[in-house]
């Protein structure tokens, strides 16, 4: 009887370490997943942020899938505060067409401070675009239009933000009010 509960004893001692090992197994795939999630929520918190990390104050609207946009002239509001050293209004061209001899290209455009610390993007080579006649491309852009720094392209602006006073696409693509 000694001998048959002994064996009963080792046999239910591996099941207990085999089912006590699934729990452990369990239970750090569960603190991995989690942890992956937040370090992901973080990230894209961070990625969000950006363009706004030297901003004191970001004006804009609550809900983001209301597609209502701030007036142009949001940012020369925003400086006449008391307090405001500066203001700068991102306005983000939906869609876009980028024609560079006889490659063109579709992409997203986002209007740049030239106030460095208001900088939304970083520039790899050259500089940030200082007036409306400039445009900063990616790198991978730029590569797949086979254009380099002072190279000369057209863009059409294709969708664009619609403020009250209503804009409209003019010639080469600039914004112009209607």
């Not at 619609?162 to 409209?168: H, L, S």
Request: no cysteine; proline share 4%; aromatic share 6%.
């Amino acid at each position: 009887m000694l001998r048959f509960t002994l064996r009963q004893l080792r046999m239910s001692l591996r099941q207990a370490v085999g089912g006590a090992m699934s729990i452990v197994v369990a239970t750090a795939f569960i603190a991995a997943a989690m942890a992956g999630s937040t370090v992901m929520d973080r990230t894209i918190e961070n990625i969000m942020a950006e363009p706004y990390a030297g901003a004191d104050l970001v004006v804009g609207r609550a809900d983001f899938y209301d597609i209502q946009y701030l007036p142009p002239t949001a940012a020369d509001d925003a400086a006449a505060i008391d307090g405001v050293r500066r203001a700068f209004q991102s306005v983000m061209v939906v869609a876009a067409q980028v024609d560079a001899g006889d490659r063109s290209e579709l992409t997203e455009f986002r209007a740049t401070s030239t106030d460095t610390g208001l900088a939304t993007w970083p520039v790899g080579q050259g500089r940030q675009p200082q007036g409306a006649d400039e445009a900063s491309l990616a790198k991978s852009l730029a590569e797949r239009l086979g254009i380099g720094l002072g190279d000369q392209i057209a863009v059409t602006v294709l969708v664009y933000p619609a403020w009250d006073e209503g804009y409209a696409a003019g010639d080469e693509g600039a914004a112009e009010p209607a």
